[in-house]
């Protein structure tokens, strides 16, 4: 009688539907987790049958010593910045133009969108024959417009190759941003809209004081998301770049990656990869605090 | 699909072995684990070895168990920290990976085996030499030699005026100063990956400091900063990189600059034996180029070697020695000419109707017996790591030479 009265308790049956995914959450995300953080305080290259503890040893190394994370560190929020400026804006201008009444327009959403299904190592490959310096598109159409001689070495010019390997990643995700933007304008009160333009508001009126702030939701999302993505840049850099030229364009979640699985130095990797862990929840967890906060105040 | 299906039946075998509590390996059989390799050829070839070695000596079974480069570096990895494992691992010849293993103890050493088998008088000595690298003894067995020289294109050496190879370093300055006068870029290479701008240094470090002290440097026994010619070096890089390499390179990697070359851009390029294949694939006419090795005057050929190596965990040890004394045979080896690389490792073997290019290899191979390897089969890994990054600061111009061996030697000594 007991045990039929617990089974028919909702909190236990909820438990017990969330018993695998929490196992499996368990087993394959937090334990993996929290082997690299004790990893991070090891010295293992894999072969050892110990790993050795050797205290922040590899925190020191990598803040201190190696040559290339402050690089990584500094490319990283860079590529942050530019992740939390460009896809968002040009994904809204996107959704916007895309959410008017055009020819074409459902055609035209699915080729905005049509690059964010493509794997990333594939949109690497084809951005580097167009980045080619001697026979790749853009060389081509900048002699043929009389530029030949000012052709930027793309992908091998340290002062450039970040900012190329950015517009191939813009190109292959404003999809998502736009897609997201694209539902969220769905949900726009079309009788608000309407009163803003009776009580005489233009069209930058109605975007500023009306489809903007019904928009507050979708941009928290995709601002989260860009930051979260652009933290774990790795396959297109892997692809366009593998972090040169000279380890200019390294990123730390590629650096980790460099690290653990190529220099077999899964200490390190650890550490790089605990730092990233750090960078992204100091930043992604405050700003989800305050739009929470802000979005129980708005109601 | 990565496995055919012996090794999926080897696999379905092994895991019901485990299953059962019992060892895999028995007292005939033994497990070659290598790469799956693009050269199909390569691939057959072996498992028809495996299986003519089987029909040879009945009752012994070999399993060849293929993966992805990656894959098979990490279940090296994981083997070496487990009792189970290959009888004969696929790795690369050096200090760098293949001795990590080696260092790491999954390799045992073959001393007694080369003189039972008599290895020695078989082998290419430059093949060979690879397996003396490490302390404890010789490990490991060639599985492929592969040397690296220069390729050069017959008409723009013609165009540029210029009669005969260069047989020293200046000559090669001279020869790269009448193409640069003609028009032509000396040389070409993709940056992007790092190794393929690197050979460039290592044969610089070879010439500059001669053999003996660039083994040291590559060793890490010298200090980059104590060794005039190690900063020389560095400085000749850059100046090969602003006057005589067919810029921009550091975007582009060794197949654009492959194509670049053949494309008549560019006038050499310093690649190895392998080459050679490559230029028939794309119908490029090899009476067009020619090879010399590049002119360091310490009279070592530059290249690498692959090895087969029998691991310290085998349980048949004997056995695998049997099959590697079988796999370098005469016989095998001259029946799989050409189908693992250009050429062989046993010295005995005969080649017919080849092509100029590769009989140039061939008087090559037989004219050095010692080898210097490629700077990343030489350094550890992380060291590599950092030689290519000063390597390709230096080519762009952003340090200036003396601080690329600063900042080398400043990594080596933060070593732990």
């Known amino acids: 009688m007991q045990i039929k009265r617990s089974m028919e308790d909702a909190r236990f049956q909820g438990w017990v539907l969330l018993g695998p995914a929490i196992l499996i959450y368990g087993v394959f995300a937090m334990y993996p987790l929290f082997d690299v953080v004790v990893m991070s305080f090891q010295k293992w290259n894999g072969l050892d049958p110990n790993r050795v503890f050797v205290g922040l040893d590899n925190y020191r190394f990598i803040f201190t010593s190696d040559p290339v994370f402050w690089v990584a560190f500094k490319n990283t929020v860079i590529w942050t910045i530019m992740c939390l400026i460009f896809p968002p804006l040009v994904g809204l201008l996107l959704a916007l133009g895309l959410n008017q009444n055009l020819f074409g327009r459902g055609v035209l959403r699915a080729t905005y969108y049509l690059p964010v299904i493509i794997a990333s190592i594939a949109v690497a490959t084809m951005w580097r024959w167009m980045y080619d310096p001697f026979f790749g598109l853009f060389s081509q159409l900048m002699t043929n417009m009389g530029f030949g001689m000012s052709i ?16 191939a990643h813009l190109w292959h995700s404003v999809g998502f941003s736009m897609v997201l933007f694209l539902a969220g304008l769905q949900g726009v009160s079309q009788t608000l809209i309407e009163a803003a333009r009776i009580d005489g508001a233009g069209r930058w009126g109605v975007f500023r004081y009306v489809t903007l702030p019904a928009l507050t939701s979708t941009i928290t999302i995709v601002l989260v998301l860009s930051v979260i993505n652009s933290l774990k840049a790795f396959d297109i850099v892997y692809g366009l770049t593998g972090g040169g030229p000279a380890q200019s364009t390294q990123m730390l979640a590629l650096w980790a990656f460099t690290q653990a699985m190529q220099i077999f130095d899964y200490g390190r990797g650890g550490a790089i990869s605990v730092v990233l862990l750090l960078i992204t929840v100091s930043i992604v967890v405050p700003y989800l605090r305050w739009t929470q906060r802000h979005e129980e105040a708005a109601r | 699909m990565t496995m055919n299906r012996t090794i999926l039946s080897a696999a379905i075998g092994a ?16 497990t070659v684990w290598t790469l799956n390799f693009s050269n199909k050829q390569a691939n057959e070839a072996m498992d028809k070895i495996a299986t003519d070695f089987q029909a040879a000596n009945p009752g012994a079974t070999v399993t060849v168990v293929r993966r992805g480069t990656d894959d098979h570096k990490t279940a090296l990895r994981v083997a070496a920290g487990s009792d189970k494992g290959p009888d004969i691992y696929f790795s690369w010849a050096g200090l760098g990976l293949g001795g990590e293993y080696v260092k790491a103890g999954l390799s045992a050493p073959l001393d007694k085996y080369y003189t039972e088998y008599k290895w020695s008088d078989r082998l290419v000595p430059a093949a060979a030499s690879f397996a003396d690298l490490y302390p404890g003894g010789k490990n490991g067995v060639p599985y492929t030699f592969k040397g690296e020289a220069v390729y050069y294109n017959k008409k723009a050496f013609e165009k540029a005026g210029i009669a005969e190879e260069p047989k020293t370093y200046d000559e090669l300055l001279a020869a790269a100063e009448k193409l640069k006068a003609a028009g032509i870029p000396a040389f070409t290479f993709g940056g992007k990956v ?3 701008v690197m050979r460039l240094m290592d044969v610089i470090l070879e010439t500059k400091c001669g053999a003996e002290k660039h083994d040291k440097l590559m060793k890490m026994e010298l200090k980059w900063t104590d060794e005039a010619c190690a900063t020389e ?11 005589y390499i067919l810029a921009p390179f550091m975007g582009i990697d060794q197949t654009q600059s492959f194509n670049l070359f053949i494309a008549g851009r560019a006038a050499m390029m310093l690649e190895g034996d392998w080459l050679v294949g490559t ?16 002119p360091t005057g310490t009279n070592r050929l530059y290249g690498f070697a692959e090895y087969l190596y029998v691991s310290s965990k085998s349980q048949n040890p004997d056995l695998a020695a049997k099959f590697l004394e079988y796999f370098t045979s005469d016989a095998v080896q001259q029946e799989t000419v050409g189908m693992f690389a250009t050429t062989s490792p046993n010295k005995n073997v005969k080649y017919e109707n080849l092509p100029a290019i590769s009989q140039e290899w061939l008087e090559v191979f037989k004219t050095y017996t010692e080898v210097y390897m490629n700077g990343d089969q030489a350094f550890p890994l992380d060291v590599t790591t950092e030689y290519f990054r000063v390597i390709n600061d230096v080519v762009a111009g952003n340090i200036p030479p003396a601080e690329a061996s600063k900042q080398l030697q400043t990594f080596i000594d933060g070593r732990s």
Not at chain 1, 152 to 167: C, E, K, M, Q, T
Not at chain 2, 15 to 30: K, T, Y
Not at chain 2, 279 to 285: C, D, M, W
């Open chain 2, 15 to 30: 895991l019901l072995a485990s299953c059962a509590g019992i060892g895999l390996a028995s007292a005939q059989e033994i």
């Open chain 2, 279 to 294: 230029l028939t694939t794309n119908n490029a006419n090899l009476d067009d180029y020619a090879i010399f090795p590049f």
């Open chain 1, 152 to 167: 930027p070495d793309w992908l091998g010019d340290r002062n450039v190759a970040l900012y190329s390997v950015f517009i």
């Open chain 2, 233 to 243: 070096s560095f400085a000749e890089m850059e100046k090969w990189a602003k006057n």
């Open chain 2, 194 to 196: 790092n190794w393929h």
